[in-house]
């Protein structure tokens, strides 16, 4: 396709986003009294960003199951641990509370120190996460435009994904950093996501189900073809299932409570308490909804790619383009845009208001004691300081997403930041049940397993597979 009529598709799509949620604003007042069950839950789908809609099948592609517990973690957090969120919830709500690192200060006697602390850490394991959403749109565009990306996009500065973050934070000051009330829920930005979540569950079932009827045409086609491809079927052996699949669970259902933006649209946009439980239906059948196609398009890809110079993170994209079909590609590159912008834009909103809550104010206060105009009407210095702090966590992402480069997939990216925030859980969930649970026995413990991040575990998956160290034993390829 024409890059330009990409481009153009793109921003039609932001700009409609930009609609939904200048309408959730203006009916915002309307409707805040009314329960609203399926807008809470959709907004769970910030959940699966593109990750879930490109590495998913690079992880199913290279490693079979090992797509799989991102998925069962939060389902089973969600599903059947449901109460400790409800529980959360009402917490949240009798403190005031608008961040995670606000939770766990005010469950720690109000400890400044151990919200710097989370927000620092939030902010270092996060914004590898937040590059990966950049590396997806970018590189998902130049398969799509292939030959057609001209010179001229090509030599614009920073390129696209520079492009798309700075989108990111216009969105994201416009609709998530507009006023500093404490009891304020952001119901326009919380529709766009809902709206987000609908059309990327749409083109993962439609761009999937297309590829596996196109390619295996029933059911049984497909198992017939994946036990007659030694390779697929290496990779799918239950036996190959090792201990880091479990700890890969665990630090998924961790990270479903601990991820800021999971902790934002959960706990501080929540408005009835019993919307929790609904969630706890509607949240798992949309993750199983959005996988069910993962392992037919990872086999088509390796039966279509077979010389492997294919990046299995693209296949949503590149088998739709080597069959011809140009406008499913288009497709498939809309949700994996709609998966990535979600993520950024209250990952930015809730970073923002953590850096600003949790660092910028008591620095200027130490700074500035005697400043009346800090103390009598702060709005404008503290809107400023969160405005701020969204354009610089947007270039420190793009600094990181340059770095990155193509050495690293979508998966090994992500668990990094899985392992970076599921070191709250255990000031979390102590904070929470243990009455003798203290500050300093949170504030060590979030240091001593900081320090250990990134695990060799989660960057091992890259070394092996340039060769520099052996793959682990009854283990194929490594995504």
């Known amino acids: 396709m024409e890059s330009w009529f990409i481009l153009a598709a793109s921003m039609a799509y932001l700009l409609s986003l930009f609609a939904i ?61 449901w109460p400790v969120l409800a529980r959360i919830v009402r917490v949240a709500k009798s403190e005031n509370v608008v961040s995670i690192s ?13 919200a710097a602390l989370v927000t620092v850490a939030a902010v270092i394991g996060l914004l590898p996460y937040i590059a990966l959403q950049l590396k997806a749109i970018s590189v998902s565009f130049e398969i799509l435009a292939g030959a057609s990306l001209g010179t001229d996009l090509n030599q614009m500065p920073g390129g696209t994904a520079l492009m798309a973050a700075l989108l990111m934070a216009a969105f994201a000051i416009l609709f998530g950093v507009r006023s500093v009330s404490a009891n304020e829920h952001h119901r326009g930005l ?47 052996r239950l036996d190959s299932i090792g201990a880091d699949w479990w700890v890969a669970c665990l630090l998924s259902a961790l990270a479903i409570l601990c991820l800021p933006r999971q902790f934002h649209v959960a706990v501080v946009e929540n408005t009835h308490g019993g919307d929790v439980r609904s969630s706890a239906k509607l949240f798992p059948a949309y993750l199983v909804a959005i996988n069910l196609f993962v392992l037919p398009v990872a086999l088509a890809g390796l039966m279509l790619f077979p010389d492997g110079t294919t990046n299995a993170d693209t296949f949503m994209v590149s088998i739709p383009l080597s069959q011809g079909w140009p406008w499913l590609a288009l497709a498939a590159f809309i949700g994996g845009l709609s998966a990535a912008t979600s993520m950024i834009l209250v990952e930015m ?18 700074l500035r ?55 709250f859980a255990p000031a979390l969930l102590g904070g929470l049940i243990w009455s003798r649970a203290s500050r300093s026995g949170a504030f060590a413990g979030i240091c001593a397993g900081f320090l250990g991040w990134p695990t060799p575990c989660c960057c091992r998956p890259s070394p092996m597979r340039d060769g520099w160290l052996p793959a682990p034993c009854g283990r194929g390829r490594s995504a």
């Open 21 to 81: 949620a200048w309408y959730g604003d203006r009916t915002g007042d309307q409707g805040a009294e009314r329960r609203t069950p399926w807008l809470y839950a959709l907004s769970f789908g910030v959940y699966c960003t593109s990750w879930t809609f490109y590495g998913a099948v690079g992880r199913a592609a290279t490693g079979g199951f090992y797509f799989l517990p991102i998925y069962i973690g939060p389902i089973l957090m969600i599903g059947l641990g």
């Open 102 to 114: 606000d939770f766990l200060s005010a469950r720690y006697g109000k400890s400044r120190s151990l």
């Open 190 to 236: 919380m529709m766009a996501i809902a709206a987000e979540s609908v059309v990327k569950l749409a083109a993962a079932l439609a761009v999937g189900g297309a590829i596996a009827y196109s390619v295996f045409g029933d059911p049984a086609t497909f198992f017939e073809a994946a036990a007659n491809h030694p390779g697929f079927l290496d990779l799918i």
């Open 349 to 366: 909103v809730a970073l923002s208001t953590m850096i600003c809550n949790d660092v910028a104010v008591p620095l200027l206060m130490a």
């Open 369 to 423: 004691p005697d400043d009346r105009r800090l103390r009598d009407d702060p709005a404008g210095i503290l809107l400023l300081i969160r405005r701020s702090a969204v354009i610089v966590l947007v270039l420190l992402s793009y600094g990181c997403y340059r770095l990155i480069g193509p050495a690293f997939p979508l998966a090994t990216i992500g668990m990094m930041s899985f392992t970076a925030v599921a070191q």
